[in-house]
């Protein structure tokens, strides 16, 4: 589905220059789980944030379904972001004045063929919790939300953040397990960033970044259900 | 040297400086408007005091018919009684060349070989009257620059009939017609009304009044009483012909410069107080922003040991940085701002110099009550900061508390879309920063109804005045009232379509305790010209006997239809009757009495008799017509409708107008300002939220909605409050300008309401469009890495 060839992102000029990709090449395929891992610094946000049209990068190619994204206007990536990709961030980045519903529903409302808000939350096990604010959620049940608002639109591109960055390991699997359960079941194209690198056991490919670039690529045989990792 | 602290906060204020300013300029709308009234109000007070210092004005002023000089000494010797000034005053008719009607004015005498004790004139150009000089005047410098007199011109004059010129000395200033105009008129007509003085004995000679006089000033000793002089002095004229002493306080031109001081008050407390508590809230919304975002900072500082108050001072510091900008702006804008007004009064009082002058305890004053609004404004915000632990600000604030909002629990939430509810939800959070928009912004919309209601109230005064109470073209007044038969020699005038008589006689009509001078109109009963309608705009029919009193004097006598006044004429045989109320009229001029002519004719006991003429005439042959009169030796003066509307255009109007644009000015200021500061708080609070919806896939058009939702719903509110407001203002202000002399209705149009409704639209409408922009720079990757 991306077909990314030499990817390279540079902030900043002169003395102030941060090359955060230096030519990335990589091919991500339709249904597929990847873990992407690497330290600090790496360029795992970088890549995932030019992989939802959230950033441009400053050279090379970058194709979605054979389309470049590097080549369309603002409004395009905007439609882009609307119709194919769905994000889950570390902080949730819910809306707090929207309840649980709300906040999946607010999707349903610009989606192509959304589901109902109220099976996207049955789908990661909040069916119970649908008119609370998202103050008045725990931290692993704000990512749930923000999982079920990623995925209600049925994305063909799920991007994750470091989505169990702020939660404890047993909240951390809970989300973990929404989040492969969306993958098996809707068949998204499904990209985790974490520096956790037992994660990497769930993923059909785990992708090592180091210093802008893909350092390692490995296959897994089997994949763990989320369930089973411990940290 | 700046320390540390001093330049973060300098810092700080760079990166916040829209919102700064914004706030510094409604903020400066109010000073200025405070500084500019009370500027103008000590501008006027003072040139007028000083003015009537230096020039001897008199205190206490009497009309009569004829007393013998020797009787000023008598009344010098009343208790209280400083200085008294006999001499005369008349009414004469004037024959300018460059004018096609007659103009008339009033003369008065100068003593022949000294200067005045009282009411000294002021020399403006040429040279006083020569000792014992004839065929030379001096003219009111109103009259002077209406008609473009110079001194050397020469004017040629009705003097008790007789047609004389008189070469003009020199142009003059008293403070006796600051205000100067026609007795009794409303509205000032310069062009055909103008003031004269001439020596002692050639005007005493010309009306027989040599070694008398027929008006009189005086002074009182420092404790003198005014009101039992003025007692003693009716008592004494009364057989002179007296026509009721007065003081200051009822002297036609000292009140028109009252009235307008009054004016001024209003406006100098109550709109600064709205204008001041609207950027106290500005000022506590931006900083309360500043310290969410400085939370952390907060927190550190604390930890390094620096001390809640100097913490607070901080950002006081902050506040008042504001706050003197603001004070400068309000100080510059106050100031161009009254010399600006101050050029409008040169149009109205004729001072010898009227100059602005800032009443420099305004601004301490303006600086005191500023930075008043401003602790007010950020001492909440700052305490609250500076009370939390420093381990709990430093972590990141939790997620903000909602719940459904108000509308959404009526059962109605099914129908609403998202954006919506994230607006009306966000509002009800914050019930004080949407309270203070609404506020700001309801103080803008009503601000723009006062002086559209001003203009529309004035312009139906004379509109009603001019097309449906006086329907005649002009009028005219005898020197003398004449026998009725002239009035056959009017209609024989050319062009005249129809001519109807009048009588007007002074008098003193009392009720109970109270009682009021005026002139008694007697006008015929049926007439078409001069009508009389009750406060419904429907015709009064003047009975055969009784009176017609204004709605104002019946008030300030308290008398009711069917109550006997007492009617006390102050003219000729000087009759005193009781006389029965039958009527009330809606006049605009304050205090007016009517009767039928007939029955006024015989309550004075003079025969038929009348004292002026109402007509209409032949538009195409007004000019043959105005030839004629010119010729009539006893016309004492004209009034045409048609230049009154003009010079009304020309005066008060213009400057209704400069009031007007001000005033747009001040509420394009708060409302722009205002949205442009709620937009940019709510920008910055939920730059998180918002570049969430954009990474989700919201469009900036659509997560622009968020935002304008919100202001949309606060302008809905604000915008029917803001007209209450207006309504309120307008009547205020009516309220202080009505007197017992003017009275003005409360007219409020549509299309005024429309108007501040558009402007408000338009200028709330073009800031929010200025924020809107910066949503273009939203960054959506760093809004997303983690809260601050």
């Known amino acids: ?231 | 040297m700046l320390s540390h602290l001093d330049r973060k906060l300098w810092r700080d204020l760079r990166r916040m400086k829209g919102q700064a300013f914004a706030v510094a300029m409604v903020m400066g709308c109010g000073l200025a408007m405070m500084i500019m009234a009370r500027s103008l109000i000590f501008s006027l007070e003072s040139t007028r005091r000083e003015y009537y210092e230096s020039n001897r004005f008199a205190e206490v002023f009497v009309h009569l018919k004829r007393a013998p000089n020797s009787l000023a000494a008598r009344i010098k010797e009343i208790p209280g009684v400083a200085t008294v000034q006999p001499g005369i005053s008349v009414q004469v008719t004037l024959d300018l060349p460059t004018l096609d009607e007659p103009a008339s004015g009033m003369v008065l005498s100068l003593p022949d070989f000294a200067p005045p004790e009282l009411n000294r004139l002021f020399l403006r150009t040429g040279r006083w009257l020569a000792p014992g000089s004839r065929g030379e005047m001096l003219v009111g410098e109103a009259f002077a620059n209406a008609n473009h007199l110079q001194p050397g011109d020469t004017i040629a004059m009705l003097l008790n009939g007789r047609r004389q010129s008189f070469r003009i000395s020199g142009i003059v200033l008293s403070p006796e017609f600051i205000f100067e105009s026609r007795p009794g008129a409303a509205l000032p007509d310069n062009r055909t009304y103008g003031t004269f003085w001439m020596p002692y004995k050639e005007l005493a000679t010309a009306f027989d009044l040599y070694g008398a006089f027929n008006y009189l000033s005086l002074t009182l000793e420092p404790g003198g009483k005014e009101r039992s002089v003025i007692a003693e002095m009716d008592l004494m004229l009364t057989r002179y012909g007296g026509l009721g002493a007065y003081g200051r306080a009822d002297h036609p031109s000292h009140i028109r410069v009252s009235d307008e001081i009054r004016v001024l008050e209003t406006m100098s407390i109550g709109f600064p107080i709205v204008f001041l508590s609207v950027a106290a809230f500005m000022i506590n919304a931006v900083l309360s922003r500043l310290l969410n975002l400085q939370r952390e900072q907060i927190a550190i500082m604390k930890a390094f040991g620096f001390t809640n108050r100097q913490i607070v001072l901080h950002y006081l510091k902050f506040a008042f940085v504001i706050v003197a900008t603001g004070t400068v702006l309000g100080g510059c804008g106050g100031v161009l701002l009254g010399h600006r007004l101050v050029i409008l009064y040169h149009q109205f009082f004729r001072f010898p110099d009227l100059a602005f002058r800032a009443d420099r305890t305004a601004f301490p004053l303006a600086l005191l009550v500023c930075a008043a609004a401003a602790t007010a404004g950020v001492f909440g915000a700052v305490r609250r900061a500076a009370r939390l632990p420093p381990a709990e600000a430093m972590r990141p604030e939790p997620p903000a508390n909602y719940r459904p909002a108000l509308v959404e629990r009526t059962g109605i939430a099914h129908f609403l879309s998202h954006t919506f509810r994230i607006a009306v939800r966000n509002l009800e959070r914050r019930p004080m920063q949407a309270l203070f928009t609404v506020a700001g912004l309801a103080l803008a919309t009503g601000i723009l109804i006062v002086p559209n209601g001003f203009r529309d109230s004035v312009a139906q005064v004379l509109d009603t005045q001019w097309d449906i109470v006086q329907r005649q073209d002009l009028s005219l007044g005898l020197v003398e009232p004449a026998s009725a038969q002239v009035r056959h020699l009017f209609g024989q005038l050319p062009g005249v379509v129809t001519v109807e008589p009048f009588r007007a006689a002074f008098a003193r009509v009392g009720f109970g305790h109270q009682r009021r001078q005026l002139g008694i109109q007697g006008i015929p009963p049926s007439g078409l010209h001069n009508r009389v309608l009750d406060d419904h705009d429907h015709l009064v029919k003047l009975p055969p006997e009784g009176l017609v009193v204004s709605l104002k004097l019946a008030e300030v006598l308290g008398a009711r239809v069917g109550d006997e006044l007492r009617v006390e004429i102050l003219e000729g045989k000087r009759p005193v009757r009781n006389v029965r109320l039958v009527g009330v009229s809606g006049d605009f001029t304050g205090m007016t009495a009517y009767m039928a002519l007939p029955s006024l004719n015989r309550l004075l006991g003079e025969g038929d008799v009348i004292s002026g003429a109402n007509f209409r005439v032949d538009g195409a042959r007004r000019e043959d017509f105005l030839r004629a009169l010119k010729r009539i030796p006893r016309v004492s003066w004209v009034a045409i409708k048609d230049s009154l509307r003009e010079n009304f255009r020309q005066t008060t109007a213009a400057s209704i107008g400069l009031i007007q644009k001000i005033y747009l000015a001040f509420a394009v200021v708060v409302a722009f300002g205002v949205v442009y500061n709620n937009a940019r708080i709510s920008l910055a609070e939920r730059a998180r939220e918002l570049a969430t919806l954009r990474v989700i896939g919201f469009s900036r058009r659509e997560v622009g909605a968020v935002l304008v939702t919100e202001l949309v719903v606060l302008s809905l509110i604000a915008v029917p409050l803001g007209l209450l407001l207006g309504t309120g203002f307008a009547k205020a202000i009516i309220r202080s300008v009505n007197t017992e002399t003017v009275r003005l209705p409360l007219v409020l149009t549509t299309s005024n309401y429309a108007f501040a409704v558009l402007v408000v639209a338009i200028a709330s409408t073009l800031s929010a469009l200025l924020v809107l922009r910066m949503l273009d720079h939203l960054d959506l990757v760093s809004a997303l890495k983690d809260p601050e």
């Open chain 1, 1 to 231: 589905m991306f077909r990314v060839r030499g990817l390279t992102k540079v902030y900043g000029t002169g003395a102030a220059e941060v090359r955060a990709l230096s030519g990335v090449d990589l091919d991500l395929y339709a249904s597929e789980l990847v873990v992407l891992l690497g330290p600090s610094g790496s360029g795992k946000t970088t890549l995932l944030n030019n992989l939802g049209g959230l950033d441009v990068p400053t050279a090379g190619e970058l194709q979605y379904r054979g389309q470049d994204l590097t080549a369309i206007d603002e409004a395009a990536l905007t439609r882009y972001r609307r119709d194919t990709v769905g994000f889950v961030f570390q902080f949730y980045n819910l809306i707090p004045s929207l309840t649980a519903r709300e906040n999946v529903g607010l999707i349903t409302e610009i989606a192509r063929d959304p589901m109902p808000a109220e099976t996207a939350l049955e789908m990661v096990n909040l069916g119970g919790r649908l008119d609370h604010f998202p103050a008045q959620l725990s931290g692993g049940e704000q990512q749930r939300v923000a999982i079920a608002r990623a995925i209600a639109k049925r994305p063909e591109v799920l991007l994750c953040d470091e989505p169990t960055g702020a939660l404890d390991v047993r909240t951390g699997i809970v989300v973990l397990e929404a989040i492969q359960r969306a993958n098996r079941e809707l068949g998204t194209l499904t990209v985790i960033i974490t520096h956790n690198a037992i994660m990497a056991d769930m993923a059909d490919r785990v992708i090592h970044l180091s210093d802008g670039r893909v350092h390692h690529l490995r296959v897994n045989e089997h994949r763990a259900p989320a369930s089973s990792l411990n940290w």
